[in-house]
């Protein structure tokens, strides 16, 4: 690669605010890198009031022709149905083919950040099927006799099992505890779940030994939540169907103190984009508190699933350091810091690892 152009869609509320400092940290290990470019793009509820589309084509257009990955940042989705808009986001990830949201939860502080109560250290990745199961967005209501009866479709696929099952191993084989959990619902769901789980069971089978050295267990949803939250040490790579991948890991997120440290990536076979897990924050948007560190760790998860390990250890490193107790928190975190003095000083610590 000559250059990389990298397409920013900050998108909604505290998306506009961390976004910026997501590509300063890249601008930070700029020299590890080729060219940089970086194309702003419009999508989210801002641009639907404004033009009608919530995701312009020429977005879309952008982000296939001219870049090699993007930041997305986060997009206020209104509750109720309002005509003509549907979330951004969720139409990204399947224009895109981006079918892997990978989503690391790490603690890098050893207290939950909202009491002094020691936490047991969370070290786990949940890989989330991102293009079917609830999300294909198929509802129905119809009036019956009996009063408004809604029905949505959920869309199992041995296609979409089987290619994310096969990023979860891959991801496993890569860690020291090499284990694989499937998480499903198949005692009640048989045949949707029943589909997932024997699909990703199926896959060492047809890889060659690849995966010999991964274990394999599985968990109910609702009792993995459970386990999660009293002994969160017993997972190392959780894959999960759409839904109970999205709930797991904001879940997760609550074990390391906030979703402003969670970061994530949107996969595919050949494109990636960085994204915070969170959403647009419209309690705390505009105040320029936002927790900063979920869009920076997500472009350093970009830049490592793109082969760049060296500029993404680097800024790994910078935010663990600033996260580890007596510095710079925002008041997620329990502390009275800014987005732009978490910002500066993660830069710093970028910027003094190359002197
Ligand atoms: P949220 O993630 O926006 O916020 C949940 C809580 O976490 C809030 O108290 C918020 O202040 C806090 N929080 C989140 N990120 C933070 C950060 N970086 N720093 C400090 N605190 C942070 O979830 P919500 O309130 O349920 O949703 C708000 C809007 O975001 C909704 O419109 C929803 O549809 C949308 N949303 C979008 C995405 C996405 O873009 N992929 C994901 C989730 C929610
Ligand atoms: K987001
Ligand atoms: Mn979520």
Redesign the pocket.
């Known amino acids: 690669r000559k250059s990389l152009t990298i397409g920013l869609i900050p998108?909604?509320?505290?998306?506009r605010e961390?976004i910026p400092a997501a590509k300063d940290a890249i601008t930070a290990v700029r020299s590890e890198l080729p060219e940089l470019k970086f194309v702003e793009l419009l999508a989210g509820?801002e641009t639907f009031t404004r033009t009608g589309t919530a995701l312009p084509s020429e977005t879309v257009q952008t982000l296939k022709e001219n870049c090699d990955c993007a930041l997305?940042?986060?997009?206020?989705?209104?509750?109720r149905k309002v005509a003509g808009y549907s979330?951004p986001?969720?139409a990204l990830r399947k224009e895109l083919d981006l079918y892997a949201n990978i989503r690391p939860v790490i603690s890098v502080r050893d207290t939950s950040g909202r009491d002094s109560a020691p936490a047991p250290s969370v070290d786990l990745i949940v890989v989330r099927e991102n293009t079917e199961c609830l999300y294909v967005k198929q509802e129905d209501l119809i009036q019956t006799e009996n009063g408004k009866e809604a029905r949505a479709t959920r869309l199992i696929t041995e296609r979409a099992s089987s290619r994310i099952g096969k990023i979860a191993f891959e991801l496993a084989k890569a860690r020291p505890r090499k284990l694989v959990t499937i998480i499903h619902k198949s005692n009640v769901l048989s045949v949707t779940d029943g589909l997932f789980r024997e699909t990703v069971r199926a896959v060492p089978g047809l890889s060659n030994g690849k995966y010999d050295d991964v274990t394999i267990e599985e968990q109910l949803v609702d009792s993995a939540v459970y386990r999660l939250f009293r002994e969160p040490q017993i997972f190392d790579v959780m894959v999960a169907p759409n839904l109970y991948g999205d709930i797991i890991s904001?879940a997760a997120a609550a074990l390391v103190g906030?979703?402003?440290?969670i970061p994530s990536i949107n996969a595919g076979d050949s494109f990636v984009m960085g994204?915070?897990?969170?959403?647009?924050?419209?309690?705390?948007?505009g105040k320029g508190?936002?927790?900063?560190?979920?869009?920076i760790r997500s472009a350093a998860l970009m830049l490592r699933h793109m082969g760049y390990a060296s500029p993404a250890d680097k800024i790994d490193k910078a935010v663990n350091d600033t996260l580890a107790p007596g510095k710079l928190l925002?008041?997620?975190?329990g502390g009275k810091a800014s987005?732009t003095e978490v910002t500066t000083h993660i830069m710093s610590l970028i910027d003094a690892q190359y002197k």
């Open positions: 998108a909604d509320g505290i998306g961390v509820w997305f940042g986060s997009v206020s989705s209104p509750s979330s986001i969720v904001d906030s979703l402003g440290v994204e915070p897990v969170h959403g647009s924050a419209p309690d705390i948007a508190i936002a927790n900063p560190v979920a869009s925002t008041p997620d975190l987005t």
